[in-house]
Nanobody, 123 residues
Framework: VQLVESGGGLVQPGGSLRLSCAGS????????IGWFRQAPGKKREGVAC????????YYADSVKGRFTISSDDAKNTVYLQMNSLKPEDTAVYYC?????????????????WGQGTQVTVSS
């Protein structure tokens, strides 16, 4: 199983970015997939997750209404659309998955992690 994130970068406060997580070696619509972030000196935080099957979504309170997780199962890719970005969203963003449900994945119980992509929100 491989996960490759892309789409990070430098953006001004209030701006938008779309992260992509391209997966291989597993059936995307079966596994739950999550987006996580970790800022320097802070614990890893679950940002948004999407379940396998019916694609139920979960969002951390800190990103509700600003971030949207979606999937393109034909491409085995999960996206994180991030709008109204704030400086406190600055972090390395990772996607992760495993043969678990949404409840486990959103807590970070995942077998496979990508290498991460840096998001910096600054003026």
């Amino acid at each position: 199983v491989q996960l490759v994130e892309s789409g990070g970068g430098l953006v001004q406060p209030g701006g938008s970015l779309r992260l992509s997580c391209a997966g291989s070696g597993f059936t995307g619509d079966y596994y739950a997939i999550g987006w996580f972030r970790q800022a320097p000196g802070k614990k890893r935080e679950g940002v948004a997750c999407i379940s396998g099957g019916d694609r139920t979504a979960y969002y951390a309170d800190s990103v509700k209404g600003r971030f949207t997780i979606s999937s393109d199962d034909a491409k085995n890719t999960v996206y994180l659309q991030m709008n109204s970005l704030k400086p406190e969203d600055t972090a390395v963003y990772y996607c992760a998955t495993g043969p678990y449900g949404l409840g486990s994945i959103r807590l970070g119980h995942a077998d496979y992690w990508g290498q991460g992509t840096q998001v910096t929100v600054s003026s």
